[in-house]
């Protein structure tokens, strides 16, 4: 007899939002957390209209609406080769992308994980903050071992959950492969407050000079800024004027009402990151399974990590609420439906990337043809609707080197 059903390393929305469904269903569930305390990291806080359809399947919509889930209703594409009229002219209402779901759902990273890990406690779980694990094992006997103010631990389990995010301890002591691409760009995201001017209710991207700005409003003043930049000018917002930088970067001829985010308030860390994908072939071993970030990650320039967990969770939940067989095999379709959804929004992102994320006179001519050519032939950016409406909608030929060399005219 395991001590557990389930040991879940790391409690952030992947282990968190597993330990809920399966503790609430009965399971046993030990989480073992590093952090005392979640901190704003500069992690995912909007959830596209897909993963918020997850969500809602996986009950956990209104604990989220709860602890102050805000939807973007609108949104506005900016670019430099026009004007803030041209560009406010084609707003594009959020709803039209998931039945009944109103648009992405924005909620600060650090309470999304908390309110998680409240409502896991709350269902049975049990959580373990501070929690240096030393150890994990799978197969036949599954265990991980930790260190916490109490001293040292050892517990096993039926199954082992490794949701430890990008770095994963436990992905890399099953033994199971990394896939990365290299790095495309950089990323740089700020919270900032005090922006009760900016419309709630609107999301904006844009690019103009070197910069590509993207801004998510959480309601009550607060808005999550991100900043997409050359990887030969991965310095641009380090120091003492780093933060300052970045909100100058957001003064955009194009888009003027970005001044409102740039006279805003920082209210969190400025943190970059070199923005790739990851993917791993197969996502469990027997005896443990991966997921959200430790399984791998999607280049965050179209957010769909958080989405992407959700569907992780809502999957391995159901197998494991289906039956008492917890083995590889059992795992095995939800690691066909992962690679093949992995696959699909790297694509996406790629494509999107190469369109928003590269700077200098060509890149910019590139992104002025595509925003007249889609206007013509909406076709050309099929690949945008499989971050809003999910990778599965849309037909295979969308993911191919053809629909690649027709958006960018190669
Ligand atoms: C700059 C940036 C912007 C992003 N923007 C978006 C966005 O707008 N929308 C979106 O959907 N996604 C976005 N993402 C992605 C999103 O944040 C992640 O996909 C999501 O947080 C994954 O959740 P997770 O629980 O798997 O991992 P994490 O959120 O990283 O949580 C992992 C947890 O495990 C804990 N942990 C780690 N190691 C151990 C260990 N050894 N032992 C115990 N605990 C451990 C950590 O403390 C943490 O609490 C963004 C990511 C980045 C980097």
């Known amino acids: ?3 557990y059903d389930l040991i879940i390393v790391g409690g952030g929305i992947a282990g968190s939002a597993l330990a809920q469904i399966m503790a609430a269903a009965g399971s046993s569930v030990l989480v073992l957390e590093a952090s005392e ?3 704003d990291r500069v992690r995912g806080e909007w959830i596209a209209p897909w993963g918020v ?3 809602v399947r996986v009950g956990l919509y209104e604990l989220l609406m709860g602890a ?6 609108t949104h506005v594409t900016y670019d430099e080769s026009r004007s803030a009229e041209a560009s406010e002219a084609e707003i594009l209402p959020l709803s039209i992308f998931a039945e009944g779901i109103a648009g992405p759902l924005c909620l600060g990273h650090p309470r999304h994980c ?3 890990m409240d409502a896991a406690v709350a269902a049975g779980a049990r959580v373990v903050r501070g929690a240096q694990v030393s150890e994990i094992g799978a197969g036949a006997q599954p265990f991980a071992a930790w260190r916490d103010a109490d001293g040292d631990h050892r517990a096993t389990a039926r199954l082992l959950v490794g949701a430890d995010g990008r770095a994963s301890f436990v992905r890399e002591n099953l033994g199971v492969p990394l896939n990365q691409d290299p790095p495309h760009h950089m990323f740089a995201g700020l919270l900032v407050e005090g922006a009760e001017a900016w419309d709630a209710t609107r999301q904006v991207i844009g690019a ?4 590509g700005f993207l801004a998510f409003p959480q309601g009550s003043g607060r808005v999550r800024l991100y900043g997409s930049y050359a990887l030969d000018q991965r310095r641009r917002f380090s120091g003492a004027d780093g933060t300052a930088n970045f909100l100058a970067a957001f003064l955009a001829e194009c888009a003027p009402a970005n001044r409102i985010l740039a006279e805003a308030r920082p209210a969190g860390p400025l943190l970059s990151y070199f923005n790739n994908d990851a993917w791993t072939d197969q996502p469990f071993v027997e005896g443990a399974v991966l997921i959200g970030d430790a399984a791998g990650w999607n280049d965050p320039i179209t957010g769909q990590g958080l989405s992407i967990t959700y569907r992780d969770v809502r999957l391995v939940s159901e ?9 590889a095999a059992a795992l095995a379709p939800y690691g066909e ?3 093949e959804r992995l696959r699909r929004l790297r694509f996406s992102a790629a494509l999107t990337a190469a369109l928003d994320a590269e700077f200098g006179p060509e890149a910019a001519e590139r992104r002025r043809r595509h925003h007249e050519r889609s206007a013509a032939d909406p076709s050309l950016k099929a690949h945008a609707i499989a971050v809003m409406a999910g990778p599965e909608v849309l037909p295979p030929d969308v993911f191919t080197p053809e629909h690649w060399a027709r958006v960018l005219e190669l």
């Open 1 to 3: 007899m395991a001590d």
């Open 37 to 39: 305390v979640f901190e």
């Open 53 to 55: 359809k997850e969500v």
């Open 68 to 73: 102050g889930g805000h939807h973007v209703q």
């Open 114 to 116: 908390q309110t998680l």
């Open 208 to 211: 103009e000079g070197q910069f």
């Open 319 to 327: 197998i494991l609420r289906a039956s008492s067989d917890w083995s």
């Open 337 to 339: 439906e992962r690679a």
